[in-house]
């Protein structure tokens, strides 16, 4: 609630004023007051707000270690700085500088590493070395991702929910607030005038001006108006919902502050493109107000450059095709003439745009829309063995993102994923499907492990600067009460499920069998412990059975492949009996340039590589009479049965489990996944 009155009425208390016959007219009308509950982006009166975190990752480092806030600090990545706090700023350090430099320039200065993750471990961490291994670590932003999750947290908790409440995270420190309902109903609550309906039921009379002639702003930063731009004019309705609004954004602020000790900095406005410059006009933990009639001074002082969308290409444009990058330059040029030189659309949104105009939304369901995980080598990797532990650590990574999104409990899940590997100038990449049912961090390595070796079946890839991983094409899941459908498996999938659960049975077998014909030495180096290598990407199908490969033989979109396999059956870890965890090559020591399908050594990489290409011919020319014969089968077992390739384990609950809801049985991982990260403290 918001605390004693910021207004002054023209009798000098607090109360509305009550003498309409000598008020005079506000240029806004109940149309417009009305507008505010319903988020109209076009309101005169509408009310938006920019959060950004001051120093954000400064300020994580900050809090999690105990730093005094007055103790200059950097948090460094390799050799680079990626934030900087204020008291170190005031050294002229700068996200330009090296560590060096920034030593110099402040020899007290604190700076931090980022967490890594490091090749062949399996979570991230602080680590005092990091610096030194470029070569082998990958930057980790979990904790302040976790961070940017809590605030977001704290301000929807804060916030009046429902109808009141428009979030739109930006990016990891930035937050959009669409305050107009909120801001309604502030107002309707302090203004008797404005509540119910309006006096003479014409919503597009204008209402009287407010009944009060001074508005206290408090500490905010108050944007100064232009020359003759009515300073002193009495404060209309728009001031009002400003004041109300700013007054709901310090609040806001002195709970974040509160509750997980960080500063931001707000600006408060009519719309997302002022708000989010008026959050940079003064930091670090400061607010700024626009009031529109201070739009034109305050824009006129910017170089259009920095406002959003004219940073790039179409800025660079703008400022050629008239010489300038002041905003005030560009203020004197009629539309028509923007319009013949950038065309009829550009010219008429950059004429809107340069006078404060935005109608974008306050989107609260923007979300994710994918996620990456890279690493650009220094030196270059060269073998399949190094480029899968770097795919462990991107599955990984991923899997935890994708956690937080909430895939265990089916709100969202990618559908595709996709790998890039990039040897000196050439980017070659692989996409596939996800399967449903398989979203969990191991099959993701598995699919990733795919992509891979698809990409070396077109040779000359080595060495690589640069991989990366990322899943997209995220699909809403069902809420609350799952209905059977995300038990379901359809179609190809379904095919796939079914035929890997068939080579997973006898893939079983074989490795028992195969268990028990080795020699004891051997036996005892596949028993061994120890993950990723070599043989975890190059064994496919018929050697495990989480390494089956099954062809997805389907006419559904295969991204960036004409041919796109999954892997299937993978990673269900509880529904693997300790034999088969045994039997699990993923846990022994790698063998130099032994084949894991049929123990053959051969003598080089490029041998083996060569070696397992066969095999994989084989297994495609397996699969493809495997599937058609699948295909013909499910034909007419489905006319029997719907769910058929349902039936049994990793593939689907039973179908009185599917019916009676998400407890019985999911197929899903019963324990929740281990998120060490999470348990860090952030003091
Ligand atoms: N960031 C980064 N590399 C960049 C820019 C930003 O890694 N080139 C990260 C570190 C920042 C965080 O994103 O802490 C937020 O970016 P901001 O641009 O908001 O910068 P800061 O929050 O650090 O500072 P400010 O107080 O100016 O907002
Ligand atoms: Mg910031």
């Given at each position: 609630m918001l605390s004693s009155s910021p207004f002054r009425n023209r009798h000098g208390d607090s109360s509305p004023a009550r003498s309409p016959g000598r008020r005079?007219?506000?240029q806004f009308t109940y149309r417009h007051f009305h507008q505010m509950a319903s988020y109209n982006t076009s309101c005169p009166l509408r009310v938006v707000a920019h959060l950004d975190l001051d120093c954000f990752y400064a300020q994580v480092e900050m809090v999690r270690l105990g730093i005094p806030e007055d103790k200059p600090l950097a948090v460094q990545q390799w050799q680079g700085l990626i934030a900087v706090n204020y008291p170190a700023r005031s050294f002229?350090?700068?996200r330009h500088c090296t560590v060096t430099e920034a030593k110099r320039l402040c020899p007290g200065l604190i700076s931090q590493h980022v967490a890594t993750w490091r090749e062949g471990d399996d979570k991230w961490a602080y680590r005092d070395d990091a610096a030194e291994h470029i070569a082998t670590d990958k930057v980790s932003l979990d904790p302040y991702r976790l961070e940017s999750r809590r605030i977001m947290n704290i301000i929807k908790e804060h916030l009046p929910g429902g109808d009141l409440q428009k979030v739109e995270k930006a990016s990891i420190d930035e937050v959009f607030l669409d305050l107009s309902a909120h801001v309604h109903a502030v107002m309707a609550e302090r203004f008797e005038e404005l509540r119910g309906l309006e006096p003479y039921g014409d919503a597009n009379e204008e209402m009287l001006m407010p009944g009060v002639k001074a508005l206290d702003w408090k500490a905010?930063?108050?944007?100064?108006?232009?020359?003759?731009e009515g300073e002193f004019d009495d404060p209309d309705w728009d001031d009002v919902a400003l004041l109300v609004a700013s007054e709901i954004v310090r609040n806001l602020r002195g709970v974040i502050r509160e509750k997980s000790g960080y500063t931001c900095s707000a600006g408060v406005s009519r719309n997302k493109l002022l708000s989010k410059l008026g959050s940079a006009y003064k930091k670090p933990n400061q607010q700024t107000v626009i009031r529109n009639r201070a739009v034109r001074h305050f824009l006129s002082g910017f170089k259009f450059t920095k406002i959003k969308n004219l940073g790039g290409k179409l800025g660079e444009q703008v400022a050629e095709a008239f010489n300038t990058e002041a905003v005030s330059d560009l203020l004197e040029v009629p539309m028509e003439q923007l319009k013949m030189k950038l065309g009829n659309e550009n010219g008429v949104w950059i004429y809107e745009t340069l006078r404060g105009v935005d109608t974008s939304e306050v989107n609260s369901g923007t979300q994710i829309k994918s996620m990456l995980s890279a690493k650009s080598f220094r030196p270059d990797i060269t073998t399949v063995e190094q480029a899968t532990k770097w795919l462990r650590i991107f599955a990984a990574d991923i899997f935890a993102r994708l956690v937080e999104e909430g895939v265990l409990e089916h709100?969202?899940?990618?559908?595709?994923?996709?790998?890039?590997?990039?040897?000196?100038?050439?980017?070659r990449s692989r996409s596939g499907p996800i399967p449903a049912r398989l979203l969990n961090e191991e099959s993701l390595f598995e699919l990733a492990k795919n992509l891979?070796?698809?990409i070396t079946l077109e040779g000359n890839i080595w060495p690589c600067s640069n991989l990366s991983l990322s899943v997209a094409g995220f699909e809403e899941g069902v809420q609350g009460n799952m209905g059977i459908d995300a038990f379901l498996v359809?179609?190809?999938?379904?095919?796939?499920?079914?035929?890997?659960?068939?080579?997973?049975?006898?893939?079983?077998?074989?490795?028992?069998?195969s268990i028990r014909q080795q020699p004891a030495a051997k036996r005892r180096r596949i028993d061994g412990g120890g993950g990723g290598g070599i043989q975890r990407f190059l064994?496919?199908?018929?050697?495990?059975p989480e390494d089956d490969l099954v062809r997805k033989n389907s006419g559904e979109t295969t991204l960036g492949t004409s041919k796109t396999y999954v892997a299937s059956g993978a990673g269900w870890p509880e529904e693997l009996s300790s034999k088969e965890a045994q039997a699990d090559p993923r846990r022994s020591p790698m063998m130099a340039h032994a084949c894991s399908r049929c123990n053959a050594n051969l003598g080089s990489p490029e041998e083996l590589q060569s070696h397992l290409d066969w095999h994989f011919a084989k297994d495609l020319q397996e699969e493809e009479r495997v599937s058609q014969a699948f295909?013909?089968?499910?034909?007419s077992a489905a006319a029997n049965n719907p769910r058929v390739g349902s039936q049994k384990g990793a593939a689907a609950p039973p179908a009185s489990a599917a019916a009676s809801g998400p407890k019985k049985s999911t197929g899903r991982p019963k324990k929740k996944p281990e998120r060490g990260q999470s348990k860090l403290n952030f003091g």
């Amino acid at each position: 609630m918001l605390s004693s009155s910021p207004f002054r009425n023209r009798h000098g208390d607090s109360s509305p004023a009550r003498s309409p016959g000598r008020r005079k007219r506000s240029q806004f009308t109940y149309r417009h007051f009305h507008q505010m509950a319903s988020y109209n982006t076009s309101c005169p009166l509408r009310v938006v707000a920019h959060l950004d975190l001051d120093c954000f990752y400064a300020q994580v480092e900050m809090v999690r270690l105990g730093i005094p806030e007055d103790k200059p600090l950097a948090v460094q990545q390799w050799q680079g700085l990626i934030a900087v706090n204020y008291p170190a700023r005031s050294f002229n350090i700068g996200r330009h500088c090296t560590v060096t430099e920034a030593k110099r320039l402040c020899p007290g200065l604190i700076s931090q590493h980022v967490a890594t993750w490091r090749e062949g471990d399996d979570k991230w961490a602080y680590r005092d070395d990091a610096a030194e291994h470029i070569a082998t670590d990958k930057v980790s932003l979990d904790p302040y991702r976790l961070e940017s999750r809590r605030i977001m947290n704290i301000i929807k908790e804060h916030l009046p929910g429902g109808d009141l409440q428009k979030v739109e995270k930006a990016s990891i420190d930035e937050v959009f607030l669409d305050l107009s309902a909120h801001v309604h109903a502030v107002m309707a609550e302090r203004f008797e005038e404005l509540r119910g309906l309006e006096p003479y039921g014409d919503a597009n009379e204008e209402m009287l001006m407010p009944g009060v002639k001074a508005l206290d702003w408090k500490a905010d930063a108050l944007v100064d108006l232009g020359e003759g731009e009515g300073e002193f004019d009495d404060p209309d309705w728009d001031d009002v919902a400003l004041l109300v609004a700013s007054e709901i954004v310090r609040n806001l602020r002195g709970v974040i502050r509160e509750k997980s000790g960080y500063t931001c900095s707000a600006g408060v406005s009519r719309n997302k493109l002022l708000s989010k410059l008026g959050s940079a006009y003064k930091k670090p933990n400061q607010q700024t107000v626009i009031r529109n009639r201070a739009v034109r001074h305050f824009l006129s002082g910017f170089k259009f450059t920095k406002i959003k969308n004219l940073g790039g290409k179409l800025g660079e444009q703008v400022a050629e095709a008239f010489n300038t990058e002041a905003v005030s330059d560009l203020l004197e040029v009629p539309m028509e003439q923007l319009k013949m030189k950038l065309g009829n659309e550009n010219g008429v949104w950059i004429y809107e745009t340069l006078r404060g105009v935005d109608t974008s939304e306050v989107n609260s369901g923007t979300q994710i829309k994918s996620m990456l995980s890279a690493k650009s080598f220094r030196p270059d990797i060269t073998t399949v063995e190094q480029a899968t532990k770097w795919l462990r650590i991107f599955a990984a990574d991923i899997f935890a993102r994708l956690v937080e999104e909430g895939v265990l409990e089916h709100k969202r899940r990618p559908k595709t994923i996709n790998l890039h590997h990039r040897h000196g100038n050439q980017t070659r990449s692989r996409s596939g499907p996800i399967p449903a049912r398989l979203l969990n961090e191991e099959s993701l390595f598995e699919l990733a492990k795919n992509l891979l070796y698809q990409i070396t079946l077109e040779g000359n890839i080595w060495p690589c600067s640069n991989l990366s991983l990322s899943v997209a094409g995220f699909e809403e899941g069902v809420q609350g009460n799952m209905g059977i459908d995300a038990f379901l498996v359809k179609g190809d999938e379904a095919r796939a499920l079914k035929s890997s659960e068939s080579a997973r049975t006898s893939s079983k077998e074989a490795v028992d069998t195969s268990i028990r014909q080795q020699p004891a030495a051997k036996r005892r180096r596949i028993d061994g412990g120890g993950g990723g290598g070599i043989q975890r990407f190059l064994t496919k199908r018929g050697s495990a059975p989480e390494d089956d490969l099954v062809r997805k033989n389907s006419g559904e979109t295969t991204l960036g492949t004409s041919k796109t396999y999954v892997a299937s059956g993978a990673g269900w870890p509880e529904e693997l009996s300790s034999k088969e965890a045994q039997a699990d090559p993923r846990r022994s020591p790698m063998m130099a340039h032994a084949c894991s399908r049929c123990n053959a050594n051969l003598g080089s990489p490029e041998e083996l590589q060569s070696h397992l290409d066969w095999h994989f011919a084989k297994d495609l020319q397996e699969e493809e009479r495997v599937s058609q014969a699948f295909a013909n089968q499910q034909a007419s077992a489905a006319a029997n049965n719907p769910r058929v390739g349902s039936q049994k384990g990793a593939a689907a609950p039973p179908a009185s489990a599917a019916a009676s809801g998400p407890k019985k049985s999911t197929g899903r991982p019963k324990k929740k996944p281990e998120r060490g990260q999470s348990k860090l403290n952030f003091g």
